[in-house]
C-alpha cells in the first residue's frame, strides 16, 4: 500500500470512491472501551458479523479495527414501548435511519500515517478519531496491508521475518498470516474445547515452523496424531509430519508395537532407567497419583539415603526383604516395610501407601532396569542436529500418569543441557543452538495453580526465551492454568470454547479483551479461531486454512522415489541406514 493511498483515504475532504463500502460514523466512544457507530440508513444489520473489519479515516490518519458487537437503537424509547406501523414503504423510509437505526461496537486496534517516516507502519492505537468520522468496510487491500504477504519479509520493528499463512478471514479471500519469528519467541497455545480441532490445527502450525526452519521441535504426542498420521472428520486419515517432512521429523515411541502396529515405523524406541528417576520428576504427578505431601517428603528422603537406586530397590520385595527381613533373636520374623522405615525415619503407613502408588511403574514397559543407551543424549542430538522429534506414547497415551512421568523427565534434562549450551556461547550468538519449542497436550496438568512455580514447564514459561526453548501449548481447560504462566504466553490460538471461566482465562491480560469476548464466543464450533498477541499485529479472526493435499504439496509433500531418496538421506546424515533401538 503506497503513502499516496494512504493519503487519499485518510483525507477527510476526499469522496469516499466507493459508498458500498460506507458503513457509518462515529458518535461516541472511548480509547478504553472503543467507538460507538451509528450506521449508514441503508446499511442492513443482517450483513454485518463481530469479527468483520472497518477502517476509520480522521486527522489525516487511518484506524484499523474490528466489529465486537452489533445493537439495535432509536431516537426515542416510545419507539421500544409502541412500534411503528412500518407496513407502508412510505413510513419505514420516513423511520429508518431517523427514528430507529443500526449500531456497531468497533475496537480500534491499530493506526497508520498517512504521511511521514512511519506511514505504511501500523502502530498500537493511543487516541481514537472524532465525532462523525466516517467509518467504512475494510478493504482486501487494506487487511493484506496490515497482516503481510506470506514468505520472508520484515516485521514493524525492521527485523526479518518468515510469515506462515493460517487462514483467511471469515467474509473475504485474504490470506491471513502468523510472523512465526515471533511465535516461537515466547511460548504459545492453542485452545478450545475438545472436538473442536485444536490437534488438526496445531499439527498446521508446526508444520509452518518445520517448513520455514525457524525452530526445531520436541512434540509429546499423547494420542499419536502429530508423528506419522492423524484423524480428521473430511478424511479417515490425514499426513502427520513425519510423511510431509521426511528428512526433518523423527518418530520416537515408547510403545514400539503399537507404532509399528500404525505404520510409524519409528526411528528409536525410548527406554527410561530406574537409576535416571529422581523425586522432581514425580513430584508434580501428586494430583494425578493421590499422593499427600507426607509421601512426597518420603520420596526425597529416600534418594538422599539411597542414591540412585531409591526407586529400583523401594520397589523390589526382594531386596527389601534381604535387607531388612529376616528373623528377630526370638526367631519372629521381621516386618521389612516397618525396619525399613524405621531407618528412613518415615512414618509405616506414609511409606506403605507411597509404594501402592509407585508400584503403578512396574506395569510402563518403557522403564527398565538397565538401558543399553542414553535416551536424553540420542534426543539431543537430533534436535542439535536440526531434526525434529516427535515423540508417541502408544498405548501409554491414555495413562496420564505416564504423560506426565515423561514429559517433565526428558524435558527437565534437555532444558538444562540448553541452559549450558546457551550459557557458553554467551556473546556468541552464532554459536547457541537453534530454538526449541516444546509442544505439550493436557498442559493444565503440568501448569496448574499450586505447582506451575515448581514443575519446569512454569520455568520454561517464565524464562520467555532466555535460554531457547518455549512452550507451544495444546489444551482444552484454559482456565486451569496458573495465572502467572497465562500472562507469559505470547501468542494465543483459541478455538471455540463454551465455558465462561475458559473464555475469562484466555483473555487475561489482553487489553480489550472484554469486547473481544463477544467475538470468541460466537465462533463456529470447527475450523474458526481467533489469534492474539505475540505473532500477530492485532486479533484476527481466521477461517482456518485446510489441512489437505494441497497443503501437503505446499510444504514440500514428496511422493514415491523422491520420498524414498529424502528419507534415506535423513539416515545417512544421522548414522547410517541401519535402524537403532533408543534405550
Not at 82 to 89: E, F
Not at 146 to 161: H, K, L, M, S, T
Not at 560 to 576: C, F
Amino acid at each position: 500500500m503506497s503513502n499516496d493511498f494512504l493519503r487519499e483515504i485518510a483525507e477527510p475532504a476526499t469522496p469516499e470512491p466507493d459508498v458500498s463500502r460506507r458503513l457509518g460514523q462515529v458518535v461516541a466512544g472511548s480509547l478504553s472501551h472503543g467507538l460507538e457507530v451509528l450506521l449508514e440508513r441503508d446499511q442492513r444489520l443482517e450483513d454485518l458479523a463481530v469479527g468483520r473489519y472497518a477502517t476509520i479515516h480522521a486527522g489525516g490518519r487511518i484506524f484499523f479495527g474490528m466489529i465486537t458487537d452489533i445493537a439495535l437503537d432509536n431516537a426515542n424509547i416510545a419507539f421500544e414501548k409502541s412500534p411503528p406501523d412500518l407496513s407502508l414503504d412510505f413510513m419505514r423510509q420516513v423511520h429508518l435511519g431517523a427514528s430507529i437505526f443500526g449500531r456497531v461496537h468497533v475496537s480500534p486496534m491499530l493506526v497508520m500515517d498517512a504521511d511521514g517516516p512511519d506511514a505504511h507502519i501500523p502502530q498500537p492505537v493511543k487516541t481514537i478519531p472524532g465525532h462523525y468520522a466516517p467509518v467504512t468496510i475494510a478493504t482486501p487491500e487494506e487487511v493484506g496491508y496490515v497482516f503481510g504477504e506470506e514468505g520472508a519479509g520484515q516485521d514493524a520493528e525492521g527485523r526479518d521475518a518468515i510469515y506462515f499463512r493460517v487462514g483467511r478471514p471469515l467474509d473475504m479471500d485474504v490470506p491471513i498470516t502468523l510472523n512465526l519469528n515471533r511465535f516461537v519467541e515466547r511460548s504459545s497455545a492453542v485452545f478450545g474445547k475438545s472436538g473442536t480441532g485444536k490437534t488438526f490445527l496445531s499439527r498446521l502450525l508446526l508444520a509452518g515452523v518445520i517448513k520455514n526452519d525457524v525452530a526445531v521441535n520436541l512434540v509429546f504426542d499423547m494420542h499419536n496424531e502429530y508423528g506419522w498420521e492423524g484423524t480428521a472428520e473430511h478424511a479417515s486419515k490425514v499426513k502427520g509430519l513425519k510423511q510431509i517432512f521426511p528428512g526433518q521429523v523423527a518418530i520416537f515411541t515408547l510403545d514400539d508395537e503399537s507404532s509399528r502396529r500404525r505404520g510409524s515405523n519409528p526411528d528409536f524406541t525410548v527406554q527410561i532407567g530406574y537409576d535416571t528417576i529422581e523425586p522432581e520428576d514425580i513430584e508434580m504427578l501428586a494430583g494425578v497419583m493421590d499422593m499427600s505431601d507426607a509421601q512426597i517428603g518420603a520420596m526425597y528422603a529416600m534418594h538422599r539415603r539411597l542414591g540412585k537406586t531409591w526407586l529400583l530397590n523401594f520397589l523390589d520385595d526382594d531386596w527389601m526383604e534381604l535387607n531388612y527381613g529376616g528373623e528377630d533373636d526370638d526367631g519372629k520374623k521381621i516386618n521389612a516395610m516397618k525396619a525399613f522405615a524405621a531407618e528412613m525415619g518415615q512414618p509405616q503407613s506414609t511409606l506403605g501407601a507411597l509404594r501402592r502408588r509407585l508400584e503403578r511403574f512396574t506395569r510402563f514397559g518403557f522403564i527398565v532396569k538397565k538401558p543399553a543407551d542414553d535416551s536424553i543424549k540420542r534426543i539431543l542430538d537430533y534436535l542439535l542436529a536440526g531434526k525434529n522429534v516427535v515423540l508417541e506414547f502408544g498405548k501409554y497415551g491414555d495413562d496420564l500418569a505416564a504423560y506426565l512421568l515423561v514429559a517433565n523427565f526428558l524435558t527437565r534434562r534437555i532444558r538444562l543441557h540448553y541452559r549450558e549450551l546457551v550459557e557458553e556461547a554467551f556473546g556468541d550468538e552464532a554459536a547457541k543452538p537453534r530454538p526449541l519449542v516444546i509442544t505439550i497436550e493436557e498442559a493444565h496438568k503440568f501448569l496448574e495453580p499450586g505447582i506451575a512455580s515448581k514443575t519446569i514447564f512454569g520455568v520454561i514459561a517464565r524464562e520467555l526465551r532466555k535460554y531457547n526453548v518455549t512452550l507451544f501449548i495444546v489444551d482444552q481447560r484454559p482456565s486451569g492454568i496458573d495465572s502467572e504462566v497465562m500472562s507469559q504466553i505470547g501468542t494465543r490460538v483459541t478455538l471455540a470454547l463454551d465455558n465462561e471461566e475458559d473464555i475469562r482465562a484466555v483473555f487475561m491480560g489482553v487489553s480489550g479483551g472484554q469486547e473481544l469476548r463477544q467475538v470468541l464466543a460466537r465462533l463456529d464450533s470447527k475450523e474458526q479461531a481467533l489469534i492474539l498477541g505475540h505473532a500477530t499485529p492485532m486479533p484476527v479472526v481466521v477461517q482456518v486454512r485446510r489441512y489437505d493435499l494441497g497443503f501437503y504439496r505446499q510444504m514440500g509433500y514428496l511422493q514415491g522415489e523422491a520420498l524414498q531418496q529424502e528419507a534415506e538421506k535423513s539416515r545417512q546424515q544421522l548414522g547410517g541406514g541401519r535402524k537403532k533401538r533408543l534405550l
